[in-house]
């Protein structure tokens, strides 16, 4: 990090008079608030586009048959498509929420994803219920470990994975819902609908016409209500998209995403629902216009109250034997924040703000950082039919919002042993991403350097003194740090070790044809063979043939596109890579 030498060198002769003011006392210190938007992993606006200025994660819809397009494809394929698709993010320190479908539609009709060997549009079927849950626990495998993931959308079923057209039965919601706890331990995972289905799984919930005017009466005062009831945000997310394309969305969120950020009566709407449903993210309303002023102020506002937001209220410093601190934060944001990452405590060196010690509290956990809770309610007028309520499109008739419970300050506090050299020390505090260890979640301070730290106070180990920063001290802006990476350390030996585990499909085509005594063989020229299969070598196939009972060997390559994909499943299944 670039430093300014010549303010070190001055601010160096204050360092040792502050640092001189106490000894063995408890120094408070109460940090300047940052007012500004804050661009921290997993929450916020969602984007691909990687000149966003706040999006952290990157919404991707990967469809089943690039996953997978036979029986026979294996892990490999989903690990390589899955580099494929979230290579770019750790450069970016941005994170995926991932959909998996078999159905989309655009302007130009429907498209399906389903697997060459499976039926398009049987949702239901023996073959689908055993494929499906062969492929979650195959991304399970792949996915649950990968830190460039933030988030798991369930999907797959319906259109766009919505969990309409068809809807999913209560039978499937058994089997997935069963698939994805199972499979998941460490991702959290949403579904559409959770307060009507998936009812029995801690899901979160992703709505796809996020705040809009038709659906606030029935989705979104079910998801307000299902928060209250089971206080479901506290354990998983709650997100979606913003959509204009349909229905009276022109009232509610606004004509374009520019209109919902940049026009009041839009933005403030914006606000309250997510405020009132505790969300983390939205996406398409993303897409506002960089370049006009009044959007990215507007946008700027929405961006503070996503998600969570860690406000330092004080920190409190002693030297003794033990260097001990406390600090108090509130979440002045929506959600919790949904991981259990840990909280570091440095010491850096005064020329250059690089660490010489650094440790982690312990027995803290920030995902019970709760923000504040009930929302004020909006106006409703019922209206019946599917749309239910109508909701006031200014939200209120009066205009005043606010928590019914506001957030509470959580205190943290730990006594580290410190073996450093003697010297005056600047003392940080910052959020690490388990994903390499490195500073990346961000307080609302301004006491902010550049790489994720957060200075608070000056220490003197040696002579067992604290102190407070000088006036000077060459703080950065927390919206103009763009160094923080994390590292991605992907293990394909353990995953194909886990995967080598799986068992095999009961209703396997592939297993039930190897296993009859005379199967037929097809080449490129739509020539046939009837044999019994004897062996299985990578390249040819030792087979005994019908006709005269003479052994032989088939190289694989002359069979046509679907014989040699059975070879290669029973190849696999001989050498499990």
């Given amino acids: 990090m670039p430093v300014n030498t010549r303010l070190v060198s001055l601010f160096m002769l204050v360092l040792y008079?502050?640092?001189?003011?106490?000894?063995?006392?408890?120094?408070?210190?109460?940090?300047?608030?940052?007012?500004?938007?804050?661009?921290?992993?997993?929450?916020?606006f969602s984007s691909g586009n990687s000149n966003h200025p706040w999006a952290s994660t990157e919404h991707i819809y990967i469809e089943w048959n690039e996953l997978e397009n036979h029986e026979s494809d294996g892990l490999s394929k989903i690990l390589k498509v899955s580099n494929q698709k979230f290579g770019h993010l750790a450069s970016q320190n941005k994170k995926a929420i991932v959909r998996v479908r078999l159905h989309n539609r655009n302007r130009n009709g429907d498209c399906y994803f389903w697997?060459?060997?499976?039926?398009?549009?049987?949702?239901?079927?023996?073959?689908?219920?055993?494929?499906?849950?062969?492929?979650?626990?195959?991304?399970?495998?792949?996915?649950?470990?990968?830190?460039?993931?933030?988030?798991?959308?369930?999907?797959?079923?319906?259109?766009?994975?919505?969990?309409?057209?068809?809807?999913?039965?209560?039978?499937?919601?058994?089997?997935?819902?069963?698939?994805?706890?199972?499979?998941?331990?460490?991702?959290?995972?949403?579904?559409?609908?959770?307060?009507?289905?998936?009812?029995?799984?801690?899901?979160?919930?992703?709505?796809?016409?996020?705040?809009?005017?038709?659906?606030?009466?029935?989705?979104?005062?079910?998801?307000?209500?299902?928060?209250?009831?089971?206080?479901?945000?506290?354990?998983?997310?709650?997100?979606?998209?913003?959509?204009?394309?349909?229905?009276?969305?022109?009232?509610?969120?606004?004509?374009?995403?520019?209109?919902?950020?940049?026009?009041?009566?839009?933005?403030?709407?914006?606000?309250?629902?997510?405020?009132?449903?505790?969300?983390?993210?939205?996406?398409w309303i993303a897409n506002y216009d960089y370049n006009d002023p009044k959007a990215a102020a507007g946008a700027e506002e929405i961006q503070k109250v996503f998600g969570y937001r860690f406000v330092l209220n004080e920190v409190r410093v002693s030297m003794r034997e033990l260097l001990t601190v406390s600090f108090d934060v509130t979440n002045e944001g929506s959600a919790p924040f949904y991981y259990n990452w840990p909280v570091e405590v440095a010491l850096l060196k005064p020329e250059t703000l690089e660490p010489v010690w650094r440790s982690t509290f312990q027995d803290i956990d920030i995902r019970t950082w709760?923000?504040?809770?009930?929302?004020?309610?909006?106006?409703?007028?019922?209206?019946?039919?599917?749309?239910?309520?109508?909701?006031?499109?200014?939200?209120?008739?009066?205009?005043?919002?606010?928590?019914?419970?506001?957030?509470?300050?959580?205190?943290?506090?730990?006594?580290?042993?410190?073996?450093?050299?003697?010297g005056i020390y600047v003392l940080s505090l910052a959020v690490l991403d388990p994903a390499g260890n490195q500073p990346s979640l961000r307080f609302a301070t301004a006491n902010y350097i550049q790489g994720g730290r957060h200075p608070v106070a000056l220490v003197n180990p040696a002579t067992q003194q604290t102190g407070r920063l000088p006036e000077g001290f060459p703080f950065d802006d927390l919206s103009g740090d763009s160094n923080l990476r994390y590292q991605v350390d992907i293990d394909e030996t353990r995953a194909l070790a886990a995967y080598r585990k799986l068992p095999p499909l009961r209703l396997s085509r592939l297993a039930q044809r190897a296993a009859q005594e005379w199967i037929t063989l097809t080449d490129r020229q739509d020539r046939s063979i009837e044999v019994a299969l004897l062996d299985v070598g990578e390249r040819t196939l030792r087979v005994r043939r019908r006709t005269d009972a003479k052994l032989v060997k088939i190289p694989v390559d002359m069979l046509s596109d679907a014989d040699q994909a059975f070879a290669a499943c029973l190849w696999d299944q001989k050498n499990p890579r």
């Fill in 17 to 44: 008079t502050s640092a001189t003011q106490s000894r063995a006392e408890v120094l408070a210190v109460v940090p300047d608030a940052y007012d500004g938007g804050i661009r921290n992993p997993m929450m916020g």
């Fill in 115 to 283: 697997p060459s060997d499976m039926t398009t549009g049987d949702y239901s079927g023996p073959q689908f219920k055993e494929r499906v849950v062969r492929l979650i626990e195959r991304l399970g495998i792949a996915w649950d470990q990968d830190p460039r993931i933030a988030f798991i959308e369930m999907g797959i079923i319906g259109k766009w994975g919505e969990h309409h057209s068809p809807s999913v039965t209560p039978e499937m919601q058994q089997i997935l819902g069963d698939a994805f706890a199972k499979a998941f331990r460490n991702k959290k995972v949403s579904v559409r609908h959770n307060w009507k289905s998936f009812t029995e799984y801690p899901f979160g919930v992703y709505w796809d016409s996020w705040g809009h005017y038709d659906q606030m009466g029935n989705q979104g005062k079910g998801i307000a209500e299902h928060n209250r009831s089971e206080n479901r945000y506290l354990d998983s997310y709650v997100g979606g998209e913003v959509a204009y394309d349909w229905g009276q969305w022109k009232i509610q969120p606004g004509e374009t995403a520019t209109h919902s950020v940049s026009l009041p009566r839009h933005r403030n709407f914006i606000i309250n629902s997510i405020r009132w449903l505790h969300g983390t993210q939205l996406r």
């Fill in 370 to 422: 709760h923000p504040g809770r009930e929302w004020t309610e909006p106006d409703w007028a019922r209206v019946g039919g599917w749309r239910e309520y109508d909701i006031n499109e200014n939200w209120n008739s009066t205009g005043v919002t606010g928590w019914t419970h506001p957030p509470v300050s959580q205190t943290v506090k730990g006594c580290f042993e410190v073996d450093v050299p003697p």
